[in-house]
């Protein structure tokens, strides 16, 4: 049995939670707009793969009871940034194996300022027993470092990492559910305060309450006049070097050749990306290690292709301009991605978009990410 991606929905984002609102009213309207999108009813739902820190106490089977589910399959993630690759696998496969029909895959978070502060300081018992009581200032501090070496490494300079938050946010005003819209320039940039040297606010994503969602199903199932989207390859990696490097690669360094193997395609056939954007390092970490930087000249190309708009990446903005919804920051990549392959994106729509480039990254297990992925999404000609 073949599976695909058939819809996408999602909620308002919001950096100021009003009365009433929670992660569960977000995920309500988030998951309402996934099955409008699909011509479903939330009876035909008979998968659920979630992911939320602020979903406690409750989990998954609790959500699954609050909504009126009856399921075959279920599954919650834990896995930050790197959770919603991971239950795409998992719905793929689900369905694939006949284990489930509909699966809905939801991910979001309400946890506010505080609530955010307090996972950021007890991520993990490396973090609440050693990282938290020097004041480390939670992963800005960590990634602050990690920015620091990738300079060095790379000869770069901050106006080169503002090519990237600039071009975002040129993308994001074209977005209405970005929190943040006005055009920023490379000078107000530069000039931004200081949050962890090198980083500046602008280089730290803002913490936002919203959820995304989408339904993966069998290709019959996609709305009339709409291609399916499929995988065409999915890869992983987990503690690949148990922390014993310097954080300027992840994970996707120790399965690039067979990854791009397994998609058919080079990285110059990518139309579209969404890459894990925490930091700016980070997007310049996993674009390097994807081979999508040519000559490995990290510069030229961050100055080129995407200060020039000549490679579209994060469409929607990303997580740095439309905001960080928790667990939901890496689903959002993902559906703007089934939304430029399903020619839907509105005023950012690209002109050709056929082969889609995703990618996780996260979970700081000290000094950098122990996860990420990436995957190679394609619209069914």
């Keep these: 049995m073949d599976a695909a991606i058939i819809a996408t929905g999602q909620s308002d984002y919001t950096r100021h939670p009003k009365p009433g609102q929670t992660v569960f009213t977000f995920m309500r309207d988030a998951v309402t707009a996934a099955l409008d999108d699909a011509g479903m009813e939330l009876s035909d739902i008979d998968g659920l793969a979630v992911a939320s820190f602020s979903l406690e106490p409750d989990h998954a089977i609790d959500l699954a009871w609050r909504m009126g589910l009856s399921l ?226 990290v510069k030229a190309f961050l100055n080129r292709e995407i200060g020039e708009n000549n490679m579209p990446v994060n469409t929607w903005g990303g997580m740095l301009s439309a905001g960080q919804p928790g667990n939901a920051g890496g689903l959002s990549g993902v559906t703007e991605v089934v939304r430029q392959l399903h020619g839907r994106a509105g005023d950012r729509q690209i002109k050709v978009a056929r082969f889609g480039l995703v990618t996780g990254y996260g979970m700081t297990l000290y000094r950098y990410g122990g996860t990420a992925s990436a995957a190679i999404l394609e619209a069914e000609v």
């Design 72 to 297: 075959k399959w279920l599954l919650q993630d834990t896995n930050g940034g790197n959770s919603a690759m991971n239950m795409l696998g998992h719905a793929m496969r689900g369905v694939e194996a006949g284990a489930a029909s509909n699966i809905l895959v939801l991910a979001g978070d309400a946890t506010g300022l505080i609530g955010y502060a307090k996972v950021a300081n007890s991520y993990n018992s490396a973090t609440l027993h050693h990282l938290a009581p020097l004041g480390h200032g939670g992963p800005n501090g960590v990634y602050a470092l990690v920015t620091s070496r990738q300079m060095k490494k790379h000869d770069l300079e901050k106006a080169d990492y503002g090519q990237i938050v600039v071009a975002q946010r040129r993308w994001a005003a074209l977005n209405p559910y970005a929190v943040y819209r006005t055009p920023l320039s490379l000078e107000e940039y530069l000039s931004a305060p200081p949050v962890a040297d090198p980083l500046v606010r602008y280089d730290c994503v803002p913490v936002v309450a919203g959820a995304q969602a989408l339904i993966v199903s069998t290709p019959d199932r996609s709305p009339k006049g709409r291609s399916p989207v499929r995988i065409r390859a999915l890869m992983q990696s987990f503690n690949y070097d148990n922390q014993e490097g310097d954080g300027t690669k992840t994970g996707i360094s120790s399965f690039v050749g067979e990854f791009w193997d397994k998609a058919g395609i080079g990285p110059e056939e990518v139309d579209v990306s969404a890459i894990y954007d925490d930091y700016p390092a980070m997007v310049v970490a996993q674009l390097y290690d994807l081979g999508m930087i040519p000559c490995g000249d």
